[in-house]
């Protein structure tokens, strides 16, 4: 039993012999210092933590920084969106072997079907909302990926070029813009007002 512990249990210091009170305040210093390590490791180690948390924040808004800077210089800059801020909506009409294809069971008036950019309400409309970056990020093709429909030149839907419509006729797509022919319909950047009417027959 230490001394320590023989005062806590008879409490009577004036007993004890002058080398055991030495002893005493011995363990008592010993006691102190070895709490004042504890105390300040344990503050050594909060202010590391800070200290290295801090940089990691430093250096993840660095990286991004860097990130943002290498795209917006790796864009090509005639391909730059120069319209800022839309609101545009375009017409759309598919015909698949003679039946109308509405878009209407996708997204409804409160919630979209897409990318809050690039969607459609269920209103057989296209509707670009927001700040494209690019041309590229609003072309027909992305529109179609967006809301989770086959699309390419020769495809819609279920549909590819050369396969057979229910009258037993081979089938190919046809797409007018604004009642001309569209060539290229995957990479054509969508407008406001614009219609198209997609048929496969």
């Not at 933590?49 to 801090?54: E, G, H, L, W």
């Not at 917006?72 to 015909?95: P, T």
């Not at 396969?163 to 995957?186: A, F, H, R, S, Y």
């Amino acid at each position: 039993m230490s001394i320590e512990n023989f005062l806590r249990n008879d409490n009577n210091f004036s007993s004890l012999t002058k080398s055991e009170r030495k002893q005493l305040k011995k363990e008592q210093n010993l006691k102190k210092k070895e709490q004042l390590q504890k105390i300040k490791y344990k503050n050594k180690l909060i202010k590391n933590s800070i200290k290295y948390f801090i940089i990691v924040i430093i250096l993840i808004f660095i990286s991004y920084s860097l990130f943002l800077l290498f795209e917006s210089s790796s864009i090509d800059q005639s391909n730059r969106f120069k319209e800022g801020n839309v609101h545009w909506h375009a017409k759309l009409a598919i015909f698949v072997c003679g039946e109308y294809k509405s878009l209407e069971n996708l997204g409804t008036k409160e919630h979209h079907a897409g990318l809050p950019l690039f969607h459609t309400h269920g209103d057989n409309l296209i509707h670009i909302e927001g700040e494209p970056l690019t041309y590229e990020d609003i072309n027909l093709g992305k529109f179609f990926e967006a809301i989770n429909i086959p699309f390419a030149n020769n495809k819609i839907m279920d549909k590819t070029n050369g396969d057979k419509c229910l009258n037993g006729k081979q089938g190919n797509l046809t797409i007018l813009l604004n009642k001309k022919l569209l060539e290229n319909p995957v990479n054509y950047s969508v407008k406001d007002n614009d219609e198209f009417e997609i048929r496969f027959e």
